[in-house]
C-alpha cells in the first residue's frame, strides 16, 4: 500500500488516488502542423521504463486536483511529488 | 523420446516410473541460430513450436531470463474464449480457439482444456445492450453466442444472487458454450516438449540484455549467457516488451501495471462454468483441484514489481461475495500479481518493428492467454515470410499512425 503526500491535502493512503500515466508529454504545437507520427507519438506512445518513471496522479477521492509524482517501478519507492507547472526533478543515479 | 500413450503409460508404471525420458533438453546457448525467439511464455514457445512445424524451420532458439511459464502464463487465470466486438479480434481468437480445441492432441500433451462455457452477467440496461450487441456481433462473424434471459441464466448457474434485495441485479447474460479454461503450465510445458522434438533449443535462465544492430537490420543479441548471431529476432516478452524496445531504440503503445488474482481453499464441485462481470469486476471458475480461481483487477500504475495493491484484491473479494452469496466463508489460499502490457486501444500487437529482421508481438495485456496458440500460428508466419499473416495485418504497429485501431474496451471485458 502506497502512501501518498498530496500537495493540497498531505498524507493520504493510495486508495484515494488514480495513477493518470506518464507526465510531461507536450501537446504537439502548433496541433494543425503537427504530422500523423508526431500525434501518434503525443496520443499513444510511452516510455514504459523499468526504474524512475515521471507519472501524474489524481487525489480522485479527495480534493480531485492533479499533480506529478516520480516513482520507482521496480520499487513503488516515491523519490519526488511536485505540482504541475513546477520544474521536473533531477533523476539521481 | 516417446510419445504419451496408454501403452507407454502402462510400460512406464511397470519400470515404477523411473524410465521416463526427459521432457525437453536442456542445450548450452549456440553462437548462432536462424531466428531467436526472446521470451519462454507460451506465445514464445507456440511461436518456436510454428516456425518448426509448418514453416520447416529448425535452427531456433527460445532464451528464457527465468524458467519456462514463469511469466504471465503460469500467473492467469486460464479464462479462454473468442467473443470479442471487432471482426478483426473474432478472426484472431476464433483461429486461436479452434487451435485450442486440437491442442491436446496437436501437441501429444494434456493441456486440459475444458469447454465449459463462459457467462457474462449483465445488471444494468447498458449492460443488456452491450453484453447482446456482442451476441449479435458474434454470430455475424461466426462465432458461438448466447443470449440468457434472467431466468435462463439462474437456471445455467443457480448458484449466482438472485435474492430479491440483491444490489446489482442479474438481468441477463451472454454465454459462449465453446469458452473455457486450460491448464496453464501445460500449455507452457506442451509447446516446449513439442518445439524440443522438433530440434528448437529452449534455453532457460538467459536473459537477453541487449540487441545488436548493424545499419537498421538487427544481427543479434546480447544476453546474461553470451553473445548470440541470429537471422532474425521475435520478441515475446509481455510486460518487459517496453524494455526490448528500448534496446532496440522505439517505443510502444503499451504500459505495464500489475494484474492480480487470487485462489480460495478446495471445495467439492460447486461452478461447472466461468462466470464473468464488467460491472462488479470479478471473474471465477472453479479448478480441477477444487479451487476457485478469482480474477482481480489491474492498479493504474506502471510497476514491473509483479505485485499488486491489497485494495484491489479487497475489491474483488467484495464483487465476488456480490454474485455469490455462498462463497461468503471461504478462505484465501493465495494471491498474485503479473505485469501485464496493456495496449491504449486494448489489442495486441503483433507486428513487424523500425528495425529489419525484429519482430515484436505483445500487448496482449490481461488477456492472451486464450490466443496463445494463434498467436504463435500468426507470429511465426509473420516472421517466415517478414510480412503480416493476413489476421495479424490489422494489429501491426502503423494502425497508431493511421488511425485504424482496434478498440476492445468492451463491456464482455473484465478483459479477460
Ligand atoms: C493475474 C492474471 C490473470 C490473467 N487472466 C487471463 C485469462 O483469464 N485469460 C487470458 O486469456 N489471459 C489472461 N491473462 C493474460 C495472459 O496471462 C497473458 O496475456 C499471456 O499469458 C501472455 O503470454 P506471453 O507468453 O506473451 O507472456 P509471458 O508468459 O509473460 O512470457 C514472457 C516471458 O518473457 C520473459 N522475458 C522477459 N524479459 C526477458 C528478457 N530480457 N530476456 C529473456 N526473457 C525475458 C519473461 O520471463 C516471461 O517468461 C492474465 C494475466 C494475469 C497476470
Ligand atoms: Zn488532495
Given at each position: 500500500m502506497l502512501l501518498l503526500h498530496c500537495p493540497y491535502c498531505g498524507p493520504r493512503w493510495e486508495q484515494e488516488f488514480q495513477c493518470r500515466g506518464e507526465a510531461h508529454i507536450a501537446r504537439p504545437e502548433p496541433a494543425a502542423e503537427a504530422s500523423d507520427a508526431t500525434w501518434a507519438a503525443y496520443l499513444y506512445l510511452r516510455s514504459n521504463p523499468k526504474g524512475l518513471h515521471y507519472e501524474r496522479w489524481q487525489h480522485t477521492h479527495g480534493c480531485r486536483r492533479w499533480f506529478n509524482v516520480l516513482r520507482s517501478t521496480l520499487t513503488h519507492e516515491i523519490v519526488a511529488i511536485y505540482r504541475p507547472g513546477e520544474p521536473k526533478p533531477e533523476l539521481k543515479r | 523420446m516417446s510419445r504419451y500413450s496408454a501403452i507407454n503409460l502402462l510400460r512406464n508404471a511397470l519400470g515404477g516410473h523411473r524410465h521416463w525420458p526427459v521432457v525437453w533438453r536442456d542445450p548450452a546457448p549456440k553462437p548462432r541460430y536462424e531466428v531467436v525467439i526472446v521470451g519462454g511464455g507460451g506465445h514464445g514457445l507456440a511461436t518456436a513450436y510454428y516456425l518448426a512445424k509448418h514453416h520447416g524451420i529448425r535452427d531456433i532458439a527460445v532464451l528464457e531470463k527465468g524458467w519456462l511459464g514463469g511469466g504471465n502464463t503460469g500467473r492467469n487465470t486460464t479464462v479462454v474464449r473468442s467473443n470479442y466486438l471487432n471482426d478483426e479480434s473474432g478472426s484472431l481468437y476464433e483461429l486461436s480457439l479452434k487451435l485450442w480445441e486440437?491442442?491436446?492432441?496437436?501437441?501429444?500433451?494434456?493441456?486440459?482444456?475444458?469447454?465449459?462455457?463462459?457467462?457474462?452477467?449483465?445488471?444494468?440496461?447498458?449492460?443488456?445492450?452491450?453484453?447482446?450487441?456482442?451476441?449479435?456481433?458474434?454470430?455475424?462473424?461466426?462465432?458461438?453466442?448466447?443470449?440468457?434471459?434472467?431466468?435462463?441464466?439462474?437456471?445455467?448457474?443457480?448458484?449466482?444472487?438472485?435474492?430479491?434485495?440483491?444490489?446489482?441485479?442479474?438481468?441477463?447474460?451472454?454465454?459462449?458454450?465453446?469458452?473455457?479454461?486450460?491448464?496453464?503450465?501445460?500449455?507452457?510445458?506442451?509447446?516446449?516438449?513439442?518445439?524440443?522434438?522438433?530440434?528448437?533449443?529452449?534455453?532457460?535462465?538467459?536473459?537477453?540484455?541487449?540487441?545488436?544492430?548493424?545499419?537498421?537490420?538487427?544481427?543479434?543479441?546480447?544476453?546474461?549467457?553470451?553473445?548470440?548471431?541470429?537471422?532474425?529476432?521475435?520478441?515475446?516478452?509481455?510486460?518487459?516488451?517496453?524494455?526490448?524496445?528500448?534496446?532496440?531504440?522505439?517505443?510502444?503503445?503499451?504500459?505495464?501495471?500489475?494484474?492480480?488474482?487470487?485462489?480460495?481453499?478446495?471445495?467439492?464441485?460447486?461452478?461447472?462454468?466461468?462466470?464473468?462481470?464488467?460491472?462488479?469486476?470479478?471473474?471465477?471458475?472453479?479448478?480441477?483441484?477444487?479451487?476457485?480461481?478469482?480474477?482481480a483487477g489491474a492498479d493504474t500504475y506502471n510497476s514491473y514489481a509483479q505485485r499488486g495493491s491489497l485494495g484491489i484484491i479487497e475489491g474483488t473479494a467484495h464483487a465476488l461475495i456480490e454474485l455469490f452469496p455462498c462463497f461468503s466463508r471461504l478462505r484465501m489460499l493465495r494471491s498474485w500479481a503479473g505485469i501485464v502490457d496493456i495496449c491504449t486501444d486494448v489489442s495486441p500487437i503483433i507486428s513487424k518493428t523500425p528495425v529489419a529482421g525484429l519482430y515484436f508481438n505483445c500487448g496482449w495485456g490481461t488477456g492472451g492467454f486464450k490466443a496463445t496458440p494463434g498467436s504463435g500460428f500468426v507470429f511465426a508466419h509473420t516472421i517466415v515470410r517478414d510480412e503480416p499473416h493476413p489476421v495479424a495485418a490489422p494489429f501491426s504497429l502503423d494502425r497508431f499512425t493511421s488511425g485504424a485501431i482496434v478498440p476492445e474496451h468492451g463491456a464482455a471485458a473484465v478483459a479477460h
Open positions: - | 486440437g491442442l491436446s492432441q496437436e501437441l501429444n500433451y494434456n493441456v486440459m482444456f475444458s469447454q465449459r462455457g463462459v457467462l457474462n452477467l449483465a445488471h444494468t440496461e447498458h449492460d443488456v445492450q452491450s453484453l447482446r450487441r456482442h451476441v449479435f456481433a458474434n454470430r455475424t462473424q461466426g462465432i458461438d453466442a448466447e443470449w440468457l434471459s434472467a431466468d435462463e441464466v439462474r437456471a445455467f448457474c443457480p448458484i449466482l444472487n438472485f435474492s430479491p434485495g440483491a444490489r446489482f441485479p442479474i438481468r441477463g447474460g451472454s454465454l459462449q458454450r465453446r469458452g473455457g479454461i486450460a491448464r496453464h503450465d501445460a500449455v507452457a510445458w506442451g509447446f516446449a516438449r513439442a518445439a524440443d522434438r522438433l530440434g528448437v533449443d529452449i534455453i532457460q535462465n538467459c536473459e537477453v540484455t541487449a540487441l545488436k544492430r548493424e545499419g537498421d537490420r538487427i544481427v543479434g543479441l546480447e544476453t546474461s549467457r553470451g553473445e548470440i548471431a541470429a537471422g532474425k529476432v521475435g520478441v515475446v516478452v509481455a510486460g518487459h516488451c517496453g524494455v526490448l524496445a528500448a534496446m532496440a531504440g522505439f517505443r510502444l503503445p503499451i504500459e505495464s501495471h500489475p494484474l492480480q488474482a487470487l485462489v480460495s481453499e478446495p471445495l467439492k464441485p460447486v461452478l461447472h462454468t466461468v462466470v464473468m462481470s464488467g460491472l462488479v469486476h470479478v471473474y471465477v471458475s472453479q479448478s480441477d483441484k477444487g479451487e476457485l480461481v478469482i480474477g
